[in-house]
C-alpha cells in the first residue's frame, strides 16, 4: 500500500543516513476504504492526493514541536506491506508496523524554502486551527497554498546537501 508519512528535514536526514526511518508513532496517511467513502467523487490520484495533504498537515505538527528544525513539510511517499488502517482515528490514518526502508520509498515531497514563512507560521496555530479559530485558518491556508516539490529517492542527498 502507497502510505504517506509526515516528517522532518532532520528524519529525512535520518532516512538517508541510516537507511530506514521509524515514522512518530507508526502513523501515516493512505487511500483507505474510509478515505474513498468520505468523498462522493474523485480519481485514485486525487484521493492520494488527500492522503498526502493530510500527512502533510501533521509534518506542520512534527514541525510544531521542534523550533529547531528547518520550517518545511515533507511526506516520504512509501510501499509498505504491513500496514493497519484506522478509520477510528480518521479516514486516510494508518500504522504502520516498524521501520520504513530506503528502498520502499517511491518519493518525497518538500516544501521549497519560498513556503518556509508561511509554514512556521502554520506550524505555531496549528492546534488553534483545530479548533476552529478563524486566523489560525487562514495561516494553516498560506502554508497549503503552498505546493510541495517532488522528488525522487536518488535525488535525496543532493536535496540535503543543498539545504
Same mark, same amino acid.
Given at each position: 500500500?502507497?502510505v504517506?508519512?509526515?516528517?522532518?528535514?532532520g528524519?529525512l536526514?535520518?532516512l538517508v543516513?541510516? %537507511?530506514?526511518?521509524?515514522?512518530?508513532? %507508526?502513523t %501515516?496517511?493512505?487511500?483507505t476504504?474510509?478515505l474513498r467513502e468520505?468523498y462522493v467523487? %474523485?480519481?485514485?490520484?486525487e484521493?492520494?492526493?488527500?492522503a498526502?495533504?493530510?500527512?502533510?498537515?501533521?509534518s506542520?505538527?512534527l514541525?510544531?514541536d521542534?523550533e529547531?528544525?528547518?520550517?518545511?513539510r515533507?511526506?516520504?511517499? &512509501?510501499d509498505?506491506?504491513e500496514?493497519?488502517?484506522?478509520?477510528d482515528?480518521?479516514a486516510?490514518?494508518v500504522?504502520?508496523?516498524g521501520?520504513?526502508?530506503f @528502498?520502499?520509498v517511491? @518519493?518525497v515531497?518538500?516544501?521549497?524554502?519560498? &513556503?518556509?514563512e508561511?509554514?512556521?507560521?502554520a506550524? @505555531?496555530?496549528i492546534d488553534?486551527?483545530?479548533?476552529?479559530?478563524?486566523?489560525a485558518?487562514f495561516?494553516?491556508?498560506?502554508?497549503?497554498?503552498?505546493?510541495?516539490a517532488?522528488y525522487a529517492?536518488q535525488?535525496?542527498p543532493f536535496l540535503l546537501?543543498?539545504?
Open positions: 500500500m502507497r504517506y508519512l509526515p516528517a522532518t528535514i528524519m536526514r535520518k543516513a541510516e %537507511g530506514k526511518l521509524h515514522p512518530l508513532g %507508526g %501515516g496517511f493512505a487511500l476504504p474510509a468520505s467523487s %474523485g480519481s485514485t490520484e484521493l492520494e492526493y488527500a498526502l495533504a493530510d500527512a502533510a498537515r501533521a506542520l505538527r514541525l510544531a521542534d529547531k528544525e528547518l520550517s518545511r515533507v511526506v516520504i511517499a &512509501a509498505v506491506d500496514v493497519t488502517i484506522r478509520p482515528l480518521d486516510a490514518v500504522k504502520v508496523a521501520p520504513v526502508v @528502498a520502499d517511491a @518519493a515531497h518538500v516544501d521549497a524554502s519560498e &513556503a518556509e508561511a509554514v512556521r507560521s506550524a @505555531a496555530v488553534a486551527a483545530d479548533l476552529g479559530d478563524p486566523d485558518e495561516a494553516l491556508g498560506d502554508a497549503e497554498d503552498h505546493e510541495l517532488w529517492p535525488e535525496l546537501e543543498l539545504l
